[in-house]
């Protein structure tokens, strides 16, 4: 199983990223992603969610309206565009699969996003 996001890098403020993570080694479609994001020192946040046909999405408050999340479930891939990005963006990005009807999920390794002029 593998997690890999990709797509972090260094941004000014007002920029966009958009981050990947490409799955393999399980069901994909059967599973619902998320995305969180770590500042050093603080504990993990949850930033948005979709379910396992794309057909929901949420958000945390404090991304609302700027961040969006999408799944490609042919590709295995699921997306956050981010846009008029913050330096309180800035933190290490991961995704993670969910399926507790089955009991498992699983984590990438991160992408760091830096907010920064």
């Known amino acids: 199983v593998q997690l890999v996001e990709s797509g972090g890098g260094l941004v000014q403020p007002g920029g966009s990223l958009r981050l990947s993570c490409a799955a393999s080694?399980?069901?994909?479609?059967?599973?619902?992603m998320r995305w969180y994001r770590q500042v050093a020192g603080k504990e993990r946040e949850l930033v948005a969610n979709i379910g396992s046909d794309a057909s929901t999405a949420t958000y945390t408050d404090f991304v609302k309206g700027r961040f969006a999340i999408s799944r490609d479930n042919g590709k295995k891939t699921v997306y956050l565009q981010m846009n008029s990005l913050k330096p309180e963006d800035t933190a290490v990005y991961y995704c993670?699969?969910?399926?507790?009807?089955?009991?498992?999920?699983?984590w990438g390794q991160g992408t760091q996003v830096t907010v920064s002029s």
């Open positions: 993670r699969a969910i399926n507790w009807a089955v009991g498992t999920n699983y």
């Open positions: 080694g399980f069901t994909f479609s059967t599973y619902g």
